[in-house]
């Protein structure tokens, strides 16, 4: 079983639309959630971290939901610009102590004019 | 943010031939680095935790005689992909923690390998 899941996509949305990205994870020891954005043949490049109490950075909102073990990314107003995949993280403690990052496999996003 | 590079950024070699890749911290320094690999519309695989002075600890299924990873200093990982085949032919990309713990990755542009 996959430690991260997420819907890998496409989602196909017109300029403006509100979308939403759903991730869920199995490992309850994990600590940290973030959401990066990767673009095609390119590294990933941080979004936004994400935390209990949600995180907002202008059009782009990120909650955790500990007890269900999910995070949300909900992008208002899409811009064409915003097409690209969108990769959940989740980082975890292993047994020795050592944090380790693991990636589900992205959520494809087109938007379209 | 952190800045982190690789190099090269990209590589074409012969079956049989064996690549180093560099995946260097320029502003700041990194005890623990991770090695990825993406096949193309696949996730990001963590290979590998690169440890500074000790042995990296590899991931269940990749092999360590293969993947040989090397963490001398604080700011440079190596990655050696000994003897390419095709089928190793992939997206290699780092990471490393800004102050270590459970923080954001900082991710080098990645090292496009194609084994002919």
């Known amino acids: 079983r996959k430690e991260v899941e997420q819907d890998p996509g496409p989602f196909n949305v017109p300029e403006g639309a509100t979308v939403a990205f759903n991730c869920t994870y199995s490992n309850s020891a994990s600590q940290s959630f973030f959401w990066y954005r990767q673009d095609c043949r390119k590294e990933p490049k941080l979004l936004m971290s994400?935390?209990?109490s949600g995180n907002e950075d202008g059009r782009f909102t990120a909650q955790l939901n500990r007890a269900s073990q999910y995070i949300s990314l909900l992008i208002r107003d899409s811009k064409l610009s915003d097409s690209a995949t969108y990769l959940c993280?989740?980082?975890?403690?292993?047994?020795?102590?050592?944090?380790?990052?693991?990636f589900g496999r992205g959520t494809s996003l087109i938007v379209h004019p | 943010g952190a800045v982190v590079s690789q190099h090269p950024s990209w590589v074409i070699c012969k079956s049989g031939t064996s690549v180093k890749i560099e995946c260097r911290s320029l502003?700041?320094?990194?005890?623990?680095m991770f090695w990825y690999r993406q096949f193309p519309k696949q996730s990001l695989m963590l290979m590998a935790t690169?440890?500074?002075?000790?042995?990296?600890?590899?991931e269940q299924g990749v092999e360590k005689d293969k993947f040989l990873i090397n963490h001398a200093s604080l700011t440079l990982s190596t990655l050696t992909v000994t003897s390419a085949h095709p089928e190793d032919s992939s997206f290699y990309i780092c990471s490393a923690p800004l102050a270590g713990g459970p923080d954001e990755q900082f991710f080098g542009p990645g090292t496009r390998l194609t084994v002919l």
């Open positions: 994400v935390y209990s």
């Open positions: 502003d700041f320094q990194a005890t623990t």
């Open positions: 690169s440890n500074e002075g000790s042995k990296a600890t590899y």
């Open positions: 993280a989740v980082i975890f403690v292993a047994s020795g102590g050592s944090y380790i990052p693991t």
